[in-house]
Structure formats: structure tokens, C-alpha cells
């Protein structure tokens, strides 16, 4: 029985299209296939409490969460105004904003490859054979891609976000450390203004006493040996207000240095004023794995070597390529441009490899043992990170304790002094006790004053340990 043309026609055209349907129904299944294992953060050792606080507050993650103005609790505006350029004009932070941007770059180039490339070409040629000269015009569109059966591309995509991700927490990471830096060094200048105060009133009062030890001498009531002692004690203190002018010297330029500035064209005022150590609340909270920058850049780089694993796997699988091109050829440029000179052609390609010699198992190796080295660094990095805020929790407790014996010590010193001067004014003792508690209460002046700054110091370090404030979110 004959087939009637129509019908024929029309299931050869149902038949076609379904044949088509299919086949992009199967690319689309083995599109979605994504080998290599997903990723799952890994347990790290924490402890239920910090030893050297007590109290634990548990609370939700917030890595992303702004760490806020932190140092606006040492109450000090000229360290708000210089903390504020470090995010300006700093080039190391300008380095690592720098390098997040690579990373930016990176995520868009992976993520380019889940798509076609189109290319365009044109050409002419004129050439001249026995039969005569003839011309050959064309001009085309050609087209590639590379399905992505088995999420070769779709992990290092994966790879790649992670790696910015890890990249915008080393910029914080960077940020937080040149702010608490410069908070450190800052503090450093003040405390030695404060010592430049103290070392200039104790010139005053020694300069007062080998006034008066030199007047009794010329009235022939004490020895050349108490002029000495006067003027030894007096020499002593000039030299270390000299050595104390060229330490701050230094630590100013490391200022200029930190906001971007170089140092000939920065002056930090002299100022003394009285300091705010902000207290250690007594529930430190339990964000600080969420919190700190660098706990996080080590955890996006565990994601980042998962999906490695993913990537080396997926070149046990053969690769399915789709080409095709259309265009204009011709051997007149008139006719170029019209339905007889148009071209086309659809291709596709699989390839794969048959035999590496081991390659391809070494490069999973590797991708594992590179996963392993980073989990291992990343639970090292949370270890330290506990360490440093138990260092500095008990650092900051126990020089608070220090700072109210030292305070006692300075207050004796300061009144065995008058004392002693009451007694060498009324010839009971020689200059040489005036000697011996001056220079005694110098000590313990200069204690306090140093013991405040490691304080301040140590105050910074933990606010910097836990991740840029120890407020709970």
C-alpha cells in the first residue's frame, strides 16, 4: 500500500524532532552530572569554654557581619582619624584589595567556560593555475562548545568562588592587622609623650637638687662627692630623654609609614593625655571561628581544594565538544552576499584518553593529599587562633592586677622621696639617700608608664584575636 506523501512527510518531520529532543535531553542529564565529592566542613577542635575568661556565649555565625569601629573604645580622636586612612591610603591594603580583584577576575574567566565562544572570519584570496586566474570571498560565524558532561568547568567555578571568597578574607584579614598595628605603634608614641613628661619633671627635680646639693657644698656643709652624685643622677636622666626623643622619632615614621604617608611629611603632635583601657566584658563570645578573617580564608580554601578533587576526576571521562559555522563563500564579491553562496556545518566531537600511565591517578592524589594539607591548616589556624585569645585574656587579666600593685609601689616611692628630702634638708641624711629613692622613684614611674602601654598593647591584640571586637552579634 502506498504511503501518502503528506504523511510521510510529516513522521519523517515528528521523527526528526523527537530524535533531536532526545539528544538534548541527554546532553542536558549528563550536563548535570558534577563528579568528585561535595564539599562538607570539616570538625575542628573547639573548646566549650576559654580557660582564662570563664563565661561562654554561644552565638549564630557572622563572618559576614561588619566588625565595626573598634578602636572608638580607647576614646582617643586622633587614633579614630589616623585608624580611618589606614583603609585609604595603605599600600600593603591596597596590595591584597588589589589581589581580591584577581580573584574577581578568575570567578568570571572559569564561569566563561560553561559557555559557547563565537568567532567571526573573513577572508579573500586570488590565485593563478593553467585554467587562469580566480577568486575565492567568505565570510562566517564559527561557534564552540564544550559541554560540560561531568562538571569539569562547574567545579573549577566552585574552585574559584571559593577562592575570592578566601581572598575578601585575607583583605580583612590585612585590614584588621594594619589597624590594630597602627593602634599599637600609636599608643607606643603616646606612652612615650607620657614618658617625655615624666622624664622632664624628674630633670626638674634632679636639676633643683644638684642646685641645692652644689649651694651646701660652696657653704662648705657637704663633700664634692654629693656634687657628683647630683650631677651624675642628673646626667643620667638628660641622656635618657635624648634616647627617648629618638625612640619616638621612629615610631612616628612608622605611623606616616602605615597611613600611607612618608615620614617627612607627617608630625604627630606631642600629647599627653590620660588613657581609656576599655574592660574585658565577662562573657567572651563564641563567634570567633565565624568571626575572624583568617579562620575564614582558611576554610574557603578547603572548599577551593574539594572541588580541585572534582576537576582532577573528571579527566577520566571522555569530552563532548559541539562546532558549528555558517557563512558566505564565493567566487565573485557580488554574489557573496546571497542565498546560493551560503555555508554551513554542525560537528561533534568525543575524546578521551585511553592510556596515561598513571597521570590521571597521580593528579587525584594530588587533589586529595592538597585537600588533607588544607584541612589540617585550617584546624591549625583555628588552634592558634584559641591561643591567642588566651594569651592575651590573660595577659590583659594579669597586668591589670600588675597595674594596681605597680601603682602602689610608685605612690611609696613617691612618698619615701619626701621623706627622705625632709630629712636631708634637716642634715639627718647625705645626699646619697636623696640619690638612692630618686632614683628609685624614677624606676617605678617609668614601670607605670610602660606597664600602661603593654596594657594598651595587649588590650589591641585581643580585641585583634577575636576578630576585630568582642561584642557579640
Known amino acids: 500500500m502506498a504511503t501518502n506523501p503528506t504523511i510521510r512527510a510529516r513522521y519523517q518531520s515528528v521523527l526528526r524532532n523527537h530524535v ?13 552530572c558534577v563528579v568528585g565529592p561535595n564539599y562538607e566542613k570539616p570538625e575542628a577542635v573547639t573548646p566549650p569554654a576559654y580557660k582564662e575568661t570563664g563565661d561562654w ?4 555565625p557572622a563572618d559576614t557581619v561588619p566588625k565595626g569601629q573598634w578602636w572608638l573604645a580607647f576614646d582617643d580622636p586622633v587614633l579614630n582619624e589616623l585608624i580611618e586612612q589606614v583603609s585609604v591610603s595603605n599600600q600593603t591594603l591596597a596590595g591584597a584589595e588589589a589581589r581580591y580583584r584577581q580573584s574577581q577576575a578568575a570567578v568570571l574567566g572559569a564561569r566563561s567556560a560553561l559557555f559557547p565562544t563565537l568567532g567571526a572570519s573573513g577572508g579573500a584570496a586570488r590565485s593563478r593555475t593553467a585554467a587562469g586566474t580566480s577568486s575565492r570571498y567568505d565570510i562566517g560565524l564559527d561557534a564552540r562548545w564544550e559541554v560540560d ?26 585590614r584588621l592587622s594594619l589597624q590594630a598595628q597602627l593602634a599599637i605603634v600609636y599608643f607606643q608614641v603616646r606612652v612615650a609623650d607620657a614618658g617625655r613628661v615624666l622624664l622632664e619633671a624628674t630633670l626638674k627635680a634632679f636639676q633643683s637638687s644638684f642646685d641645692v646639693t652644689s649651694n651646701r657644698y660652696r657653704a662648705g656643709v657637704v663633700g664634692k662627692v654629693d656634687v657628683v652624685q647630683a650631677e651624675t643622677q642628673l646626667k643620667s636622666v638628660e641622656a635618657q630623654l635624648i634616647d627617648l626623643r629618638a625612640t619616638r622619632a621612629q615610631l612616628e615614621h612608622a605611623v606616616a609609614v602605615l597611613i600611607g604617608r612618608p615620614p617627612a611629611l607627617f608630625t604627630l603632635e606631642p600629647w599627653a593625655r590620660p588613657f581609656h ?9 563564641s563567634t570567633l571561628l565565624e568571626r575572624r578573617p583568617d579562620i575564614a580564608a582558611a576554610e574557603r580554601r578547603m572548599a577551593a581544594a574539594n572541588a580541585q578533587i572534582g576537576v582532577a576526576q573528571a579527566a577520566y571521562y571522555p569530552s563532548l565538544s559541539l562546532t ?9 564579491l557580488s554574489t557573496l552576499i546571497s542565498s546560493p553562496s551560503r555555508v554551513w556545518a554542525l560537528g561533534l566531537g568525543l575524546a578521551g584518553t585511553i592510556l596515561d600511565f598513571g597521570a590521571r591517578s597521580a593528579d587525584v592524589d594530588q587533589a586529595r593529599a592538597t585537600y588533607d594539607e588544607a584541612v589540617a591548616n585550617y584546624r591549625q589556624t583555628v588552634l592558634e587562633a584559641f591561643q591567642e585569645v588566651e594569651d592575651n585574656l590573660a595577659v590583659v587579666r594579669w597586668l591589670g592586677e600588675e597595674a594596681r600593685v605597680q601603682d602602689d609601689a610608685t605612690r611609696l616611692a613617691r612618698e619615701s622621696v619626701t621623706l627622705t628630702l625632709n630629712q636631708y634638708k634637716a642634715g639627718t641624711v647625705g645626699t646619697l639617700n636623696v640619690v638612692i629613692v630618686q632614683a628609685a622613684q624614677l624606676n617605678e614611674e617609668r614601670s607605670t608608664v610602660t606597664l600602661l602601654g603593654r596594657r594598651l598593647a595587649a588590650t589591641v591584640a585581643l580585641i585583634r584575636a577575636l576578630g576585630g571586637t568582642w561584642e557579640g552579634q
Open 149 to 174: 558532561l561531568w562538571g569539569r568547568v562547574r567545579r573549577l567555578v566552585e574552585a574559584a568562588r571559593a577562592g575570592e571568597e578566601a581572598s575578601a578574607a585575607d583583605l580583612a584579614a590585612v
Open 20 to 32: 533531536r529532543s532526545s539528544a538534548f535531553a541527554v546532553l542536558f542529564i549528563l550536563s548535570g
Open 324 to 332: 558549528g559555522g555558517a557563512g558566505f563563500a564565493s567566487d565573485s
Open 277 to 285: 583601657i576599655p574592660g574585658v566584658p565577662p562573657g567572651v563570645p
Open 57 to 60: 556565649v554561644v552565638a549564630k
